[in-house]
C-alpha cells in the first residue's frame, strides 16, 4: 500500500465542472503539497497546507489532519485546467517527500 | 526571496555519458531533496541531503550520487548513463514547514 494514495487516477469533465482531486496518507507530515504538471513540462507548486483550507483564484484545497485526508477542488473548471494533480506530502521529519501517483485531469470544451 | 533553481532546464547526452545536475535551494534552506520522474512513472526519490550530509538514500544503482557543499547548493551525477535514465529530475528544498520546488531538468539520453 502506497503511502500516498490518490483518487481518482484519471478524471475527464466538461467545462465549467466542479472538480474533486483526493488524497489519503498513511504517514506523519509536516505539510502537504498539491503540484501540478502539464504534458513535457515541469512541476508547479499549487499549495502548501499544513492545516485548514486555503483558495487561489478557482482553486481550493483542504487537509483534515486527523482523517489524514485532503482534497483539491477547481471550481469552474476550464480546458487549461488539464493537467496531472500531484499530491505529495513532507515528512514529520521534514526531510523527503512521498508522492501521489497523480491524477491526470481533462477538461474538454 | 529566491526559489529553488535548478541548471540546466534541458540537457542531452549520449549513452555511456555522464552527467551533472545543479540544485541551488532557497536561502536559509539546508535540506535538498531529489527526485526522478521517468515517463509514465511518479516520482520517485533519490536521495537527500542536510548539512552536506546525505541523510535519506532512495532505492537507486550506485551510479546515481549527489554532494552537498557549504552553501547548501546540490548537484547530483549519474555516471554510465543509460537510455531508461532519461527523465524530468526535480529538486526540493526544505524546512521543517514545507517544501519548495524547483522547474526540474529534463534529461534525454540518446
Known amino acids: 500500500k502506497n503511502e500516498v494514495e490518490q483518487s481518482p487516477q484519471n478524471l475527464t469533465a466538461q467545462e465549467g465542472e466542479f472538480i474533486t482531486i483526493n488524497c489519503s496518507y498513511s504517514?506523519?507530515?509536516?505539510?502537504l503539497h498539491w503540484l501540478q504538471q502539464h504534458p513535457g513540462g515541469g512541476i508547479v507548486s499549487l499549495f502548501m497546507?499544513?492545516?485548514g483550507k486555503k483558495k487561489h483564484g478557482r482553486l481550493i484545497a483542504t487537509i483534515n489532519i486527523q482523517e489524514k485526508h485532503s482534497s483539491l477542488h477547481i471550481t469552474a473548471s476550464h480546458p487549461r485546467d488539464s493537467a496531472v494533480y500531484i499530491c505529495?506530502?513532507?515528512?514529520?521529519?521534514?526531510?523527503?517527500?512521498?508522492f501521489g501517483e497523480g491524477t491526470q485531469l481533462t477538461v474538454n470544451p | 526571496k529566491a526559489g529553488v533553481t535548478q541548471t540546466p532546464r534541458y540537457l542531452i547526452k549520449t549513452r555511456g555519458q555522464q552527467v551533472t545536475l545543479s540544485c541551488s535551494p532557497i536561502?536559509?534552506?539546508?535540506?535538498v531533496s531529489w527526485y526522478q520522474q521517468t515517463p509514465g512513472q511518479g516520482l520517485q526519490f533519490l536521495f537527500e541531503?542536510?548539512?552536506?550530509?546525505?541523510?535519506n538514500k532512495g532505492n537507486f544503482p550506485g551510479r546515481f550520487s549527489g554532494r552537498q557543499f557549504s552553501n547548501s547548493r546540490s548537484e547530483m551525477n549519474v555516471s554510465t548513463l543509460e537510455l531508461g535514465d532519461s527523465a524530468l529530475y526535480l529538486c526540493?528544498?526544505?524546512?521543517?514547514?514545507?517544501?519548495?520546488f524547483g522547474q526540474g531538468t529534463r534529461l534525454t539520453v540518446v
Open positions: 526540493a528544498s526544505s524546512a521543517l514547514w514545507g517544501a519548495f
Open positions: 504517514v506523519g507530515i509536516s505539510a
Open positions: 497546507l499544513s492545516s
Open positions: 505529495a506530502v513532507l515528512e514529520t521529519s521534514g526531510s523527503r517527500l512521498t
Open positions: 536561502s536559509g534552506h539546508r535540506s
Open positions: 541531503y542536510f548539512s552536506e550530509t546525505q541523510r
